[in-house]
């Protein structure tokens, strides 16, 4: 593993543990095998962008686990229905249960962006492509097949959810809704705009 992987995955050790705010350049080297403090200005620029760049891969790695699960790979087989769309929804609510230190982080990550044109750009590219990503995910079929309207609405509406609902699971988690609450919900706003 060279310098660049070895910081990438001391960032996101360090991210994990101390969230975004907290992690200094000493963390993530020390966590990186004593990788030297000039190799990230060297490989990412600054101590945002690699903090940034490890959480985008984070994320993704969150995806990859959920789409590798057997209610996602369910899903994947053809449109998503209720009962898949719910099974889905309660993996994402587990997630923030589980993994909480990474939705923190990435909360954090979104208020350095309006600092950083550079971590705000990486934030939009990761953005972009999980548009695409949910799209195919809840129409079961592949990214390469769905076009920029689709990713636009459907994909986008996707994120609101998921952001939405992690805010409220990070914030009040004995009151936040359930996927069958979430599903529910959708059912009804739908219906009453025909």
Same mark, same amino acid.
């Given at each position: 593993?060279?310098?660049?992987? !070895? ?19 000493? /963390?993530? %080297? ?18 945002? !962008?690699?903090? %940034? ?6 994320l993704e790695e969150w995806g990859a686990a959920v789409q590798g699960s057997t209610v996602t790979v369910e899903a994947t087989a053809k449109p998503v229905n209720r009962g ?12 923030? =249960? ?9 909360? $954090?990550?979104?208020?350095?962006? /309006?600092?950083?044109?550079?971590? =705000? ?8 492509? !999980? =548009?695409?990503?949910?799209? !195919? ?10 076009? %920029?309207? %689709? ?20 914030? /009040? ?7 069958? $609450? ?13």
């Amino acid at each position: 593993m060279g310098n660049r992987e !070895a910081l990438l995955n001391g960032a996101k050790k360090s991210l994990l543990e101390k969230g975004y705010d907290r992690t200094t350049v000493r /963390d993530i %080297t020390a966590a990186a095998g004593g990788v030297s403090m000039a190799a990230i200005g060297y490989h990412f620029g600054s101590r945002e !962008a690699l903090l %940034t760049a490890a959480l985008v891969e984070a994320l993704e790695e969150w995806g990859a686990a959920v789409q590798g699960s057997t209610v996602t790979v369910e899903a994947t087989a053809k449109p998503v229905n209720r009962g898949r769309y719910r099974r889905w929804w309660s993996l994402v609510i587990k997630s923030f =249960r589980e993994q909480r230190p990474l939705w923190l982080a990435s909360v $954090e990550a979104f208020l350095q962006a /309006d600092r950083s044109p550079a971590v =705000r750009e990486q934030l939009a590219r990761g953005n972009r492509e !999980a =548009r695409r990503g949910l799209s !195919a995910l809840l129409l079961g079929i592949g990214e390469d097949k769905v076009d %920029t309207k %689709t990713a636009r609405s459907i994909g986008s509406v996707q994120i609101a959810l998921i952001s939405g609902l992690m805010i409220q699971w990070l914030n /009040d988690p004995d009151h936040a809704p359930s996927a069958e $609450e979430v599903v529910l919900g959708l059912r009804e706003i739908a219906a009453r705009l025909g």
